[in-house]
């Protein structure tokens, strides 16, 4: 097996563990944090926030290390979209997970105060909890924008080299499009659902499962691969 095969296998893996590390935090945490009474939700359910919040890394983790290995096919094709790719989706968009699970874990301490508190203090840890939910409300919509663009980048570098068929590269364009929409409209507050971001983000995780699948069984375009390396 050669080195681009490995590479895109890697590729098609990583998407697949960010993807699902990313779906079982929601999964984990999505009915708590949502819930009204959230703070005594999560006292009683602590060891699925943490869990919940060690997803969420696994998912940054995972998604941040497709840019590195990307990054000696890509820069044959264009060294400052690929560098751009690796700022975006290797470093900013992990910097923006942090924060999420930090608040996560913080929200576990106010909800245990929160409960030993007598009347007039329990509102002031109700209040922090309602500051410490906001932080995430508002990390999510900026995350979706520094996703979409990396994603943008990440598309049109496979677009020009073909190295993936074209209609899933365009696929992706037009679905990191959508998730910059919902994104910038969410930072704006034009919408106030995180559901209506998710679901205009939905297209993007649909095309990067599909994409997966195909660099884990079909692997690089061997003209493309053959091409970029002439160019070299």
Known sequence: ??????TAIIVGVLFIIGTVAGIL?????????????????????????I???????????????????MFPIFKKQNEVLALGY?????????????????????LIIVS??????????ASYFQTLGTLLIGVYDQIHPIGGIVFSLGALMFYFLFYQSKLIPRWLSGWGLIAAILGLGAGLAGMFGLTSSLSTIDVLALPIFLQEMVMAVWLIVKGFNSPAIASESAKA
């Open 86 to 106: 690796v700022v975006f989706r290797g470093a900013l968009e992990t910097v923006i997970y942090i924060p999420t699970v930090i608040s996560w874990l913080f």
């Open 51 to 69: 869990i919940g919040a060690l997803f969420v890394l696994i998912m940054g983790l995972a998604l941040a290390m497709v840019p590195v290995v």
């Open 1 to 6: 097996m050669n080195t681009n095969r490995k």
């Open 112 to 121: 245990q105060e929160y409960l030993k508190a007598g009347a007039p203090a």
């Open 25 to 49: 935090s929601v999964v984990f945490t999505g009915s708590i944090l949502g819930d009204p009474d959230y703070l005594i939700k999560i006292s009683a359910n602590e060891n699925q926030i």
